[in-house]
């Protein structure tokens, strides 16, 4: 069901308008436009997360932001929640020195997040979800919420990775991540398969290669270039355009189903009084 907030002029909404929806997108919006969606239940707005790294030889550097944008502009027309532009840059240390890769130190990914935020608040709204497309970005993410929540006690704020939405989609994001390599993945087939879905035109599976093989992890931590030749953390070679479909709709629907919880959600009352809190 589509939420009863406004939408871009012209817009379809209701019921009968959620498969031909258009996304709420917040750049293409008056400033009068924003201010009454920012006063509209479910007072929400989605900022969408990535980077620029390299993905392997198949993959164009823009997949975790292309991958993550392309959902939240789904999720966004089934929902009528607004969609920030994304954020194309994000901590991508470990990929630092690879060709095309664009990183940001974690205070300053931290600080840009503070201050869109900022932005989103002023303008009238009180749930923001921060959706992510980047493993990298993580722990900053984690010191996003908690300083987020000092900064603006009226504010509901979530970090999630699209992946995480439901263990159906982590089992099939993850179903090739290296053994012994906590749980992560890179340019694998999960991430090759939706953007393939979306962006065939720019997928070489010609190049793609399974890395790394043999694989036992270090007692200690270690850039990227200690792991992989071609950038790649996974199964790519398997990735097709179907396998994307099949996940883009899963992603699709458990995050409309976790966008319209939060919709109901209120604060919960204090259970333990803090000397000081409001």
Not at 157 to 184: F, K, N, P, T
Request: a negative charge; hydrophobic letters at 40%.
């Amino acid at each position: 069901m589509v939420m009863d907030v406004g939408r871009e002029a012209g817009a379809a909404s209701g019921p009968a308008a959620e498969e031909n929806a258009a996304p709420v997108l917040w750049a293409k919006m008056t400033w009068p436009e924003i201010e009454r969606m920012g006063q509209t239940p479910p007072h929400m707005a989605i900022l969408p997360l990535g980077t620029t790294e390299q993905h392997g030889r198949h993959l164009p550097v823009d997949v975790d932001v292309k991958n993550c944008w392309e959902i939240a502009r789904e999720v966004s027309a089934r929902t009528g929640v607004p969609v920030l532009p994304p954020l194309p840059y994000g901590d991508s240390r470990f990929w630092a020195g690879w060709p095309g890769t664009l990183t940001l130190q974690p205070e300053t990914l931290l600080q840009i997040i503070l201050e869109i935020a900022d932005g989103v608040v002023a303008s009238g709204f009180r749930r923001l979800l921060l959706l992510n497309g980047h493993i990298g970005n993580g722990p900053a993410l984690a010191m996003v919420e908690g300083l987020l929540r000092d900064r603006h006690q009226g504010l509901q704020v979530r970090a999630l990775s699209w992946w995480d939405v439901s263990e159906r989609v982590s089992a099939q994001m993850y179903q090739d991540s290296i053994a012994g390599s906590l749980r992560s993945f890179h340019a694998n087939c999960g991430e090759t398969a939706v953007y393939l879905d979306h962006s065939p035109q720019l997928v070489d599976l010609e190049q793609a290669v399974d890395e790394p093989r043999d694989y036992r992890r270090p007692q200690f931590s270690y850039h990227s270039r200690k792991l992989t030749q071609s950038g790649v953390m996974g199964r790519p070679t398997a990735a097709t355009a179907a396998l994307g479909r099949e996940i883009f709709e899963m992603v699709i629907a458990d995050l409309t189903g976790f966008i319209q919880d939060c919709a109901k959600e209120e604060t919960p009352a204090d259970l333990w009084g803090i000397a000081g809190s409001t």
